[in-house]
């Protein structure tokens, strides 16, 4: 193959709703188009974020059923030997097994000429028994890690050359977030007192992302005056009902609203002042923190995964042990009482979101990585 500048990249794609793997996929595919590149998504037909891709000027192919596994993998294995005639791709990249492996079948059975890369956002370790040694030590070019921890997990698990897998975080497209809204007609939208400081967690209601703990550190800071607590996000595991118990429980009702899943987080963004994430685990993208970095916010987060790598502790916020319930309220007190810390800290966060994290930055990181596999 040659080594040209705009490159025929394919990204293989298929979750079950719209979560960070999905974004890392959608996003960092637009953001190499705009860098020149031609760009397909494929994945399967009932993915619920193509009108999402298709939106942003994707193309998807609907063909490829990966979610189906070994049901369909003869065809999809067809179909990739396909697509390679007619599409001529330099470079695959799965961001889920089941494509990941097809991909790989594909490459071995057909003498396909394509780099495979494989992206790896999945919290779970790599397992290291002969099936995977065989997919990552013959079929797979390079492997993406989000965070240094994973990246060394597969270097620990895998014989494989340290240039092989590289750490690039997910970027964030800040200007998006950069739009002035009102912010008094949108805290009185969700019954927020205008001269209210808005404490926030913005994510999925599961027992993962740690609402219990956010709704018990409100709790411990029932006694400061002009504080508001904003949950937002769809129900899973967890029901609206359920924190409301929780609330009636550890907290004042007065000082919190709820208001389940939200289309544009744009709004709840901007009314924020501090944001809070603390997760249990999970988040190897961290896709909200970058989301509150782009829109100049300080953050006060557990301390695991990509929160401990993207976030600058005492400079862009806090980090806290994971669950540390009196640690979380301390460092959002802290941030409540010291105006201008929270204008520092959110200052730092948007320079790291138009710079360090910036889409133009990861789609070029990323175009760097696979162009050392091209031959």
Not at 98 to 114: C, N, P, Q, S, T
Not at 333 to 345: E, N, V
Request: aromatic residues 10%.
């Amino acid at each position: 193959m040659e080594d040209m500048a705009q490159l025929n990249i394919v990204h293989l794609i298929n979750v079950r709703w719209y979560n960070a793997c999905a974004y890392y996929a959608l996003a960092l595919a637009a953001a190499q188009k705009r860098l020149g590149h031609n760009v397909l998504l494929a994945g399967d037909g009932d993915n619920p974020y193509i009108s999402l891709a298709r939106d942003w000027g994707l193309e998807f192919d609907l063909r490829p059923q990966f979610s189906s596994y070994f049901p369909n993998l003869i065809k999809n294995l067809m179909w990739l030997r396909k697509l390679s005639k007619e599409k001529g791709f330099e470079i695959v990249v799965a961001h889920r097994g089941e494509a990941h492996v097809a991909a790989a079948l594909a490459k071995m059975i057909f003498g396909l000429d394509y780099v495979l890369i494989r992206v790896r956002g999945d919290v779970r370790p790599p397992r290291s028994d002969s099936y995977n040694r065989l997919l990552y030590g013959k079929a797979t070019d390079g492997i993406i890690c989000p965070t240094d921890k994973h990246r060394r997990r597969y270097l620990k698990t895998f014989r494989i050359d340290s240039s092989m897998v590289i750490t690039i975080p997910a970027g964030i497209e800040y200007e998006h977030y950069r739009k002035p809204l009102n912010q008094v007609e949108l805290k009185g939208k969700y019954g927020i007192k205008d001269g209210d400081r808005v404490v926030t967690i913005l994510g999925r209601l599961s027992p993962i992302k740690g609402h219990e703990v956010f709704i018990r550190m409100a709790g411990l800071l029932n006694d400061l005056r002009n504080v508001h607590f904003l949950i937002a996000g769809k129900e899973y595991e967890v029901r609206i009902d359920d924190l409301h118990r929780l609330i009636d429980k550890y907290g004042d009702p007065e000082k919190f609203t709820i208001i389940g899943q939200v289309d544009d987080v744009r709004a709840i963004l901007q009314i924020t002042d501090i944001a809070v994430i603390p997760s249990l685990g999970s988040e190897m993208i961290a896709r909200v923190a970058l989301e509150f970095m782009a829109s100049g916010k300080p953050i006060v987060a557990s301390n695991v995964n990509a929160l401990a790598e993207i976030i600058d502790d005492g400079e862009g916020g806090f980090l806290v042990k994971a669950g540390d319930i009196d640690g979380f309220a301390n460092a959002v007190k802290i941030l409540l009482d010291d105006t201008d810390r929270r204008d520092s800290f959110g200052a730092h966060n948007l320079l790291q979101a138009q710079t360090r994290f910036s889409t133009e930055k990861w789609a070029q990181d990323s175009i760097n990585f696979y162009k050392g596999f091209l031959r």
